[in-house]
Each structure stands twice: as C-alpha cells, then as structure tokens.
C-alpha cells in the first residue's frame, strides 16, 4: 500500500521529527495492516502522563463502581441529537460544576437531520483542558495543533466535509474539564462511558485512534485482561477490537509535544491505522 505524500504532508511530517527528504518524489510505504501475530514485540516506552498530572499512578477504571448517575439503558437509546443534549445537560459526576461547557465532540457534519456524522476515522482523547473547556470542542489547544498536523500528513481534516474516507470525528472519553487538568477519576470515566459507548455506535466509523492511556483503557478495558496496568508503549503495534471496530493504541499528543522522539512512534501508528483503514472491507 502506498501514501501519496505532497510537500504540505512532508512539512507536517517534519514537524512531527519523521524525515521524508530521502524519498523520491514519488510514493511512501504504508505498512499494509499488520496483525497481531505479525507484529514485532515492542520495548516498553515510558507511559504519557496529562502534562498537569500529579498522580504517579494510574487509575484504574476497573476500581470504580458505577454511582447512581445517568441510566446507561436510556443513554444507549439515544439519537445523535438527544445525546448531545444529555451530554449538555449532564449532572452525573462533580465535573458539572467546575465546566464551563460540555465537550462532546467536532469533526464531519451530520449525515442528515437527526444523523449522525459520517466519517471514517474517530479519534478518542482523553478530557478537555481549559481551552477546550471555554471553546466546548475537542483538541483546540497545542496539543490540538499537533495533532491537526498529524491528521492532515494523513490528508484528513476535523473540517473535511466530504467523502466519509477523508473525514475525522475528534471526542473525549470525558466530555467535562477535570479541574486544574488533573487525571481522569476512575467514576468519572465512568459515569461517561456510556456516552462515548453511544457516540461509537451511532458514528460507526471504519478506525478508531485511541489517544493516551484513559482512551485505551476505555475502549480495550473489556477485551484486554488488565488493560490499566499495561504500559501504553506495550499495547501499541498492534490493532485491537472494539465493539466490532479496529482499534489502533498511540501516544496522546500533549504527551508527544514533550517527547518529541515518540513522533516517529506515532507515525508509525498512524500508519497502521492507515493500512487497516483502507484495507478493502472483510
Ligand atoms: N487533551 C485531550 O485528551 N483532549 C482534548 O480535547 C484536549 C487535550
């Protein structure tokens, strides 16, 4: 499989630390989609924090027990539009209280009155910082930036309004600002896992980018035995399962802005998500 890359992409590329200036002007390998059983045995990489984090340990998502919140049933029957709204109007966790505005999500327009987006990429992060926060939309501050940048080396774009294949939807595991960016609690994530559950089915995208450890620990938390206590630099590399839809692990970006020689790592991720995601349907 090949990547077309123009001189935009290869400038993106670059800011990521992946050099391009020893390819011909002509075609990039895309890694076709590797299976697990193909896929090298990966060092252990050191394991992103949110920048902010004090929490030496991770939570785990598992410990938690669910509180008398939102009833998951309702929120699994909702339409995108009623979602949105029961994410705005959401008072399950004392995230409500400090947030200026919900985050729900941004990315390709509503297929239709009352669809969903259609688009063929989703990226999950982790939960909105303070410019998401006042903006309500995902991945607007640096980190946003960069990973916009990534995006578009890929030749998709949170503003694409065309065909599915070109279109990203960007959302957050929480949909409200932990105070002072602090982690993710385990009943906060919670109580919103069953908006991002509802999100992920009503989008139905072809590959979902899950970005940092509480996006991976969400989504794999039922299809790998102690997701939490595995180094995300051990879980990359290979493509997971969720709910019917691959699953590609990579660093968060806020975490890649501090680690620049990770970019290369993220790439290679993005790859693998590129060859997955363009494979022809099974
Ligand atoms: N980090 C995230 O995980 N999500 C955002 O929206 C912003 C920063």
Redesign the pocket.
């Known amino acids: 499989m090949t990547l077309l890359l123009d001189n935009r992409q290869r400038a993106m590329l670059a800011e990521m630390g992946v050099r391009t200036d020893f390819l011909p002007a002509t075609p990039l390998d895309v890694p076709a989609a590797v299976e697990p059983a193909e896929v090298a045995p990966m060092k252990v990489q050191k394991v992103e924090t949110r920048p902010e984090a004090a929490t030496p340990q991770a939570p785990s998502i598992a410990l938690a027990q669910p509180l008398a919140g939102l009833a998951s049933t309702a929120v699994s029957e909702l339409g995108w539009e009623a979602l949105e709204q029961s994410v705005r109007a959401c008072q399950a966790c004392g995230l409500c209280k400090t947030r200026k505005n919900t ?1 729900f999500g941004v990315g390709a327009p509503a297929a239709g009155p009352g669809l969903a987006p259609h688009a063929d990429w989703l990226i999950v ?5 303070e410019n ?1 926060d006042l903006q309500g939309e ?2 607007v ?1 640096q ?2 930036r960069l990973l916009d940048n990534m995006l578009k080396a890929m030749g998709l774009s949170r503003r694409a309004q065309g065909a599915p294949q070109d279109s990203v939807y960007i959302l ?1 595991v929480l949909k409200c600002r932990p105070p002072g960016n602090r982690n993710p609690q385990p009943e906060e994530l919670l109580q919103c896992a069953p908006f991002l559950e509802r999100q992920v089915a009503l989008l139905q995208p072809k590959i979902i980018v899950a ?2 450890r509480f996006a991976v620990q969400s989504l794999l938390k039922d299809s790998v035995p102690q997701v939490e206590s595995i180094p995300l630099g051990k879980l990359r590399g290979q493509i997971y399962n969720y709910r019917g839809i691959p699953v590609v692990v990579t660093y ?1 970006p ?1 975490y890649l802005l501090r680690s620049l020689a990770e970019k290369a790592k993220a790439w290679a991720d993005l790859c693998l998500a590129l060859g997955r995601a363009r494979r022809p349907q099974d």
Do not use: L
Not at 125 to 129: D, R
């Open positions: 985050v992060g982790e939960a909105p910082g998401e995902p991945f501050g980190a946003g957050n970005m940092g968060h806020a």
